[in-house]
């Protein structure tokens, strides 16, 4: 087991521990803001091409997935009233610890696609599929304001197919070629830092 993995499994096991109180509060407003399951998962591309289920609180309606993958600024007409601060702050990521503990994740990597954008990968792309998904990484940092992005396209599926998604590729290739511990810790710091100074 390598010092990234352990890394992923002691904090992640301590964090879980720490914010179960947490949990149970952001839980109770899902559930008394909106009818629906509390977590949803969805189905994402993992390291080697293998699928797994992505967990998130739950921040739209339900089925809303049928209506597009995207989400379209912070006012899409599907995002419930939780569901926009739990965006606002990033809360709704929280339950991917589960998916770090699990070991489908790790804290830093490349973020996870769905089936339907991996397949738009060249070969030199796919490289980005050789290491584990993470809930953060160069390409979250550097489109931590992405929603509003595609709010302002005139085709917001279009721009995220060949402007994000070749931009985000390129960040995580960068990841890869130069990954270590301490540059996780760099990019965790980091995140939570744009996370708190856009919010100011």
Same mark, same amino acid.
């Given at each position: 087991?390598?010092? =990234?993995?352990?890394?992923? /499994?002691?904090?992640?096991?301590?964090?879980?521990?720490?914010?179960?109180?947490?949990?149970?509060? @952001? $839980?109770?407003?899902?559930?008394?803001?909106? *009818?629906?399951?509390? &977590?949803?998962?969805?189905?994402?591309?993992?390291?080697?091409?293998?699928?797994? #289920? /992505?967990?998130?609180? !739950?921040?739209?309606?339900?089925?809303?997935?049928?209506?597009?993958?995207?989400?379209?600024?912070?006012?899409?007409?599907? &995002?419930? #009233?939780?569901?926009?601060?739990? #965006?606002?702050?990033?809360?709704?990521?929280? %339950?991917?610890?589960?998916?770090?503990?699990?070991?489908?994740?790790?804290?830093?990597? %490349?973020?996870?696609? @769905?089936? *339907?954008? @991996?397949?738009?990968?060249?070969?030199?792309?796919? !490289?980005?599929?050789? @290491?584990? %998904?993470?809930?953060?990484? +160069?390409?979250?940092?550097?489109?931590?304001?992405?929603?509003?992005?595609?709010?302002? $396209?005139?085709?917001?599926?279009?721009?995220? =197919?060949?402007?994000?998604? %070749?931009? *985000?590729?390129?960040?995580?290739? !960068?990841?890869?070629?130069?990954?270590?511990? +301490?540059?996780?810790?760099?990019? &965790?710091?980091?995140?939570?830092?744009?996370? &708190?100074?856009?919010? #100011?």
């Amino acid at each position: 087991m390598n010092t =990234k993995r352990i890394f992923d /499994l002691l904090v992640s096991s301590i964090a879980i521990l720490l914010l179960l109180p947490f949990f149970i509060l @952001v $839980a109770l407003f899902i559930a008394f803001d909106s *009818k629906g399951n509390i &977590i949803y998962a969805q189905n994402r591309v993992g390291r080697n091409k293998v699928n797994f #289920r /992505l967990f998130k609180f !739950r921040t739209m309606c339900t089925n809303a997935d049928k209506q597009g993958l995207l989400t379209v600024g912070d006012h899409d007409s599907r &995002i419930t #009233r939780a569901g926009y601060w739990l #965006r606002k702050y990033k809360i709704d990521e929280l %339950p991917q610890l589960f998916n770090i503990l699990k070991g489908d994740m790790s804290f830093v990597g %490349p973020r996870p696609e @769905v089936s *339907k954008y @991996v397949e738009l990968y060249d070969a030199t792309q796919q !490289r980005v599929l050789s @290491v584990r %998904p993470g809930i953060t990484d +160069w390409a979250s940092i550097e489109y931590i304001d992405e929603n509003e992005l595609l709010a302002s $396209a005139s085709d917001p599926e279009t721009y995220y =197919k060949t402007n994000i998604i %070749p931009r *985000k590729i390129t960040q995580n290739l !960068r990841y890869i070629d130069h990954k270590n511990l +301490w540059i996780d810790m760099k990019i &965790i710091l980091l995140t939570l830092k744009c996370i &708190i100074l856009k919010h #100011r």
